[in-house]
């Protein structure tokens, strides 16, 4: 079983932050998943369909094979990490009406604001397709 090594500096310029880019791996980490699992429930029904067929048909030439290959899926972060690096992932942000820009500065300024003015902007919305 191979590693694959991700560094911080592969992630520097992808995102606005750190947190932005934790939570657009995440989410198509998510996307990712979902699509494998639909992937999946197709690949088993078929092979429950295929099953049936054989359990009912009393002469066949060919000889069942005892056990079909298995569908294998590589993990979603890791995919979804893979994306981000390779400038794949498209972080589409939402444009801010005037108050919620407003509400976001109020957020962000304060005691937990560090000291070069960064800190987590507050809203962040991710498209989902």
Same mark, same amino acid.
């Given at each position: 079983?191979?590693? *694959? /090594?991700?560094? %911080?500096?592969?992630?520097?310029? $992808?995102?606005? !932050?750190?947190?932005?880019? +934790?939570?657009?791996?995440?989410?198509? %980490?998510?996307? +990712?998943?979902?699509?494998?699992?639909?992937?999946?429930?197709?690949?088993?029904?078929?092979?429950? /369909?295929?099953? $049936?067929? &054989?359990?009912?048909? *009393? !002469?066949?030439?060919?000889?069942?094979?005892?056990?079909?290959?298995?569908?294998?899926? *590589? $993990?979603? @972060?890791?995919? %979804?990490?893979?994306?981000?690096?390779?400038?794949?992932?498209?972080? !589409?942000?939402?444009?801010?009406?005037?108050?919620?820009?407003?509400?976001?500065?109020?957020? &962000?300024?304060?005691?937990?604001? @560090?000291?070069?003015?960064?800190?987590?902007?507050? $809203?962040?919305?991710?498209? *989902?397709?």
């Amino acid at each position: 079983m191979s590693h *694959e /090594m991700f560094l %911080a500096e592969d992630f520097h310029g $992808k995102a606005d !932050n750190v947190y932005e880019a +934790i939570v657009a791996v995440a989410r198509r %980490a998510r996307q +990712i998943g979902e699509e494998q699992r639909r992937e999946m429930d197709a690949y088993l029904s078929q092979v429950e /369909m295929l099953e $049936k067929f &054989t359990e009912e048909e *009393e !002469n066949y030439d060919e000889p069942v094979r005892a056990h079909e290959p298995v569908l294998q899926f *590589e $993990k979603p @972060t890791i995919l %979804a990490l893979r994306e981000m690096i390779a400038d794949k992932l498209d972080l !589409n942000r939402p444009e801010l009406s005037e108050e919620e820009a407003e509400a976001i500065a109020g957020f &962000t300024s304060g005691p937990e604001e @560090t000291e070069d003015g960064g800190g987590f902007g507050g $809203k962040l919305d991710l498209s *989902e397709e």
